[in-house]
């Protein structure tokens, strides 16, 4: 498919074309409606959806077998430093953070 075939599809059948997309993600709530508009005639997507981006950026590698891949690559010409991290290790810190900060009484 063309770039102009699939933005066609997104303006000839909006809600059909996000669906597709939305089904190309990981949930873990699937949304009960793809687009609607509210009291105020705003648009609101995937409306009662839920999903954890943070989860889907490392955690999702790591469990489909990329954790030995670069997830993030840190070149500071300041420093003249570069360092990759893979979705382990870049996760691996993420959790030391995430203890931190729940040891300090940060709360969602």
Not at 8 to 23: L, M
Not at 27 to 54: H, Q, V
């Amino acid at each position: 498919m063309t770039y102009q075939e699939f933005y066609q599809s997104s303006i000839n059948n909006p809600e059909k074309f996000w669906k597709e997309q939305a089904e190309a993600m990981e949930w873990f709530e699937f949304p009960k409606e793809i687009l609607s508009k509210d009291e105020e005639d705003l648009y609101r997507w995937y409306k009662g959806g839920k999903m954890n981006t943070a989860y889907l950026a490392l955690d999702y590698h790591v469990e489909n077998g990329r954790g030995d891949q670069t997830a993030l690559i840190y070149d500071s010409p300041v420093t003249d430093s570069l360092r990759k991290y893979t979705y382990k290790e870049l996760l691996a810190e993420v959790e030391k953070v995430a203890g931190m900060l729940v040891s300090l009484g940060v709360k969602k």
